[in-house]
C-alpha cells in the first residue's frame, strides 16, 4: 500500500512538474506614449530585459511605446480592465483617481530633479505611491523624465508675454490653473496630438522637459524655448493590484527587484538624457532657447505662486510642506 502511495506521489509531482515547464508564460504589456530613447523608454526596456533574463520564458514582456497600444488618457482604465499590466503615465494624469499626485503639478515647487527624487524617496513622497491602491492601482516606482520648459513661436521672457496665448497642457486642473494665472487659455490634449497641433498653430505654445521637446521634434514647430524650468514631468509606475498580488509568489519578487533596477537605471540618466537633447536642440539652430535673468524668473514664480493656495486643501499643507523641504 505504502509503495502504491509513494509512486502515485512521485507521478503527481512528475505531473506538477511537466505542467510547470509547460506552462504559458505570463504575458506583461508595458504602454507608454513616448520614445524608446526618453527615460521612460529606457526604463521600460530595461524592465524587459530584466524580466526575462532573470525568468526566462515564465514571461513575456512587450514594451509598446509613443501611444502604439493606449494613450494615457485611457491607459488606466485599460490597465484595470486587464489589456495592459504596465504603464507609467505622467503624475499629472492621476486626477480622476487621487488628488494627492496634484502636489507635482504645483509650480515651482521643486528647485531641480535632485529635489524632486529626494521627495519622491522620502517617507511622505513613499506613501503616495498607495494612494490608489482603494481603486485598483499599485503605484511601483517614480521615473523621472525633467524639469519642464516654456515654448512658443513668440520669445516668453516674462509672465505678460503668455497672456492671451493657447498653451496645450496634460489633463491637470492644476495646470490648467498655471496658465489662467498667467492670462494664457489651456488647452488640455493627448500627447501624441501636439505636433500637429503646434505645426497647424491650433496651439501656441507648450510646456514640456527637454526630452519630450527633442524626441517629438516639438522645437522644429517652436521658434523659441524658455528655459524656465518652471514645474516637474515625472511618472508613476504602476500596474493593476490585482494583478501583481496574484502573481506566483517564485515570480513577484524578481520582477520587484527588476522595477527597481530599472527605475534606477532610468533615473541615473534622465539628467543626462535631458542636457543631451537639449544640446542637440541648440545645435539644430530650429530654436532658440532663452534664458531668464533671476529678476525675470521671480516674476514668472511670483505670476504661477496663487496656484498653490487653490490647491493646497486638496492637497495637503504638511504634504507640500514636506515637499519643500526637499529644496534644502
Ligand atoms: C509623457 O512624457 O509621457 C507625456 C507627457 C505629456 O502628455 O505631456
Not at 489651456?186 to 505654445?205: C, H, R, W, Y
Amino acid at each position: 500500500m505504502r509503495s502504491v502511495f509513494t509512486a502515485l506521489t512521485a507521478i503527481g509531482l512528475m505531473i506538477g512538474a511537466a505542467a510547470a515547464a509547460n506552462a504559458e508564460p505570463i504575458t506583461i504589456k508595458f504602454s507608454h506614449v513616448v520614445a524608446d530613447t526618453t527615460p521612460k523608454g529606457v526604463g521600460a526596456l530595461h524592465f524587459k530585459a530584466c524580466a526575462e533574463e532573470k525568468l526566462g520564458d515564465k514571461v513575456n514582456v512587450e514594451v509598446y511605446p509613443n501611444s502604439q497600444l493606449f494613450n494615457d488618457d485611457n491607459v488606466l482604465e485599460a490597465m484595470l480592465l486587464g489589456d495592459v499590466q504596465l504603464a507609467a503615465p505622467s503624475l499629472s494624469k492621476f486626477n480622476k483617481y487621487t488628488k494627492k499626485l496634484d502636489i507635482f503639478d504645483l509650480p515651482f515647487l521643486f528647485n531641480d530633479l535632485e529635489a524632486a527624487e529626494k521627495f519622491q524617496k522620502s517617507e511622505a513622497g513613499q506613501a503616495l505611491l498607495s494612494s490608489m491602491e482603494d481603486k485598483g492601482i499599485k503605484g511601483l516606482g517614480y521615473l523621472h523624465n525633467g524639469m519642464k520648459q516654456l515654448s512658443a513661436n513668440k520669445p516668453l521672457r516674462v509672465p505678460a508675454d503668455a497672456a492671451g496665448l493657447k498653451f496645450r497642457i496634460q489633463s491637470s486642473d492644476v495646470l490648467a490653473a498655471q496658465f489662467e494665472a498667467l492670462g494664457a487659455v489651456p488647452v488640455k490634449k493627448p500627447f501624441s496630438e501636439v505636433f500637429m497641433l503646434l505645426q497647424t498653430n491650433a496651439i501656441d505654445g507648450a510646456e514640456n522637459p527637454w526630452s519630450n521637446i527633442f524626441t517629438q521634434k516639438f522645437f522644429e514647430v517652436q521658434k523659441y524655448i524658455t528655459e524656465s524650468n518652471h514645474g516637474l514631468l515625472d511618472y508613476l509606475l504602476v500596474t493593476s493590484a490585482e494583478f501583481w498580488n496574484g502573481l506566483p509568489d517564485d515570480i513577484r519578487p524578481v520582477l520587484d527587484d527588476c522595477i527597481a533596477e530599472s527605475t534606477k537605471a532610468a533615473n541615473d540618466s534622465a539628467l543626462s538624457i535631458a542636457m543631451e537633447q537639449r544640446q542637440k536642440i541648440i545645435d539644430s539652430g530650429s530654436s532658440e532657447v532663452l534664458q531668464l535673468t533671476p529678476e525675470e524668473k521671480a516674476q514668472w514664480r511670483e505670476a504661477m505662486k496663487p496656484v498653490w493656495a487653490k490647491f493646497q486643501d486638496n492637497i495637503g499643507a504638511d504634504l507640500i510642506e514636506a515637499a519643500q523641504a526637499a529644496n534644502n
